[in-house]
């Protein structure tokens, strides 16, 4: 089968590298970043020997299959960007985004012609890859599990219709993202006070887990993903709104998690990818 995405970041470039080693080598991508050379989009390709294509309409143009893995903030346009669909491929949106956006890129698909099917991947998809558990909806959702399966997707279908899959996975994140946003926040201003090992043993105490460990890795993440991360949280922003509450605490996390990005770039891979949590925390502090 032919297989499409739109963008080619770290959840497409781990899909495609899982999907070449189980047999299916006919991909193309189209991300905005392949003007770039140098980006991380278009390494991607070249690692997974992808064929880049020039444009959305391209890439999809006979696929079975297209999956779209862009920035929270672009899948709307992304599902927008693909043109005419008169073969009918499946449409996986595996973007993280509210209810009502995966409503709206349904609308776009379905309009061209496409069969659209909703997943809300529920976990980091590295280590897991294409095996990262994932929640499907919409009406095609049922027809489109077993190829799926078959392609290595650990997959179920949660919903008939579009939106519920992803109120799982938003709602989730309002207490992944904001954790991540609170370690930050927790660990700089103790270290910079000098306590930040009692602050950790006294978190140990009251919710028993490697507090450390689990401090550096969120630290990480946000340092790295920031950007996107912060994107998604306006996401859950518009979730929470579309239930008809008011998001208090979305839109500081999504703050934060701008914040740390911008600090995540001026940092150099190796204090990235320590395990050190005091040299990482120093290094971050040093920037502020």
Request: aromatic content about 4%.
């Amino acid at each position: 089968m032919r297989i499409a995405f739109i963008g080619f970041g770290e959840v497409a470039g781990h899909f495609a590298r899982d999907l070449r080693a189980a047999g299916h080598g006919d991909i193309e991508a189209f991300d905005i970043a392949f003007a770039d050379l140098g980006s991380k989009a278009t390494r991607n390709a070249r690692e997974r020997q992808v064929a880049v294509a020039p444009n959305a309409a391209e890439a999809v143009r006979g696929a079975d299959l297209v999956i779209s893995a862009v920035t929270a903030g672009s899948a709307l346009a992304a599902a927008r960007a693909v043109g005419s669909l008169p073969h009918a491929p499946f449409f996986l949106d595996v973007n993280s985004v509210s209810p009502g956006t995966k409503r709206d890129a349904a609308a776009a698909i379905e309009a061209a012609g496409g069969r659209y099917v909703e997943a809300a991947v529920m976990t980091s998809v590295p280590p897991h890859g294409i095996r990262a558990p994932m929640l499907l909806g919409g009406p095609h959702a049922a027809a489109f599990l077993p190829l799926a399966r078959d392609l290595g997707l650990r997959a179920e279908v949660f919903s008939d219709t579009v939106g519920g899959a992803s109120s799982v996975k938003m709602c989730r994140s309002i207490m992944v993202k904001g954790l991540e946003a609170l370690v930050t926040e927790c660990t700089l201003t103790a270290r910079r006070y000098g306590v930040e090992r009692e602050v950790l043993a006294s978190l140990a105490e009251t919710i028993p887990a490697d507090w450390t460990a689990l401090s550096r890795y969120m630290l990480t993440r946000a340092l790295v993903h920031g950007r996107r991360r912060a994107e998604e949280v306006r996401e859950v922003a518009r979730t929470v709104e579309e239930a008809g509450l008011t998001p208090m605490q979305s839109p500081a996390t999504a703050a934060r998690h701008d914040w740390a990005a911008d600090i995540g770039a001026q940092l150099p891979p190796d204090i990235l990818a320590t395990t050190d949590l005091p040299t990482l925390l120093d290094a971050v502090l040093a920037k502020t």
